[in-house]
């Protein structure tokens, strides 16, 4: 069964940094896109940003400009730069296939933008 494990969240101030980390065990990249989404308290879970496997990007525009996805196939891992953090940028931050989640979700990563 595939997992995935996200890493690099933290408390950071803001217009700080933070990267995320999501490695995936098994097959779990191979042609999917995967995406990094992320949940705010009382909030839905929504798309942050979203790579192919050929490397075609999307980004919301709450994130544009200010958050960078790359992807590793060989290591099975894909990344999230946030640079200029915001407040609103408070959430839960997971990674899962996009534009299916066809993975169970992983534990997700906190990240807290606070002064």
């Known amino acids: 069964q595939v997992q995935l494990v996200e890493s690099g969240g933290g408390l950071v101030q803001p217009g700080g940094s933070l990267r995320l980390s999501c490695a995936a065990s098994?097959?779990?990249?191979?042609?999917?896109?995967m995406g990094w989404y992320r949940q705010a308290p009382g909030k839905q879970r929504e798309l942050v940003a979203r790579?192919?496997?050929?490397?075609?990007?999307f980004y919301a525009a709450s994130v544009k400009g200010r958050f960078t996805i790359s992807r590793d196939n060989a290591k099975n891992t894909v990344y999230l730069q946030m640079n200029s953090l915001k407040p609103e940028d408070t959430a839960v931050y997971y990674c899962?296939?996009?534009?299916?989640?066809?993975?169970?979700w992983g534990q997700g990563t906190q990240v807290t933008v606070s002064s």
């Open positions: 790579i192919t496997s050929g490397g075609s990007i």
């Open positions: 899962n296939a996009w534009p299916v989640p066809l993975h169970p």
């Open positions: 098994g097959s779990a990249f191979g042609p999917n896109a």
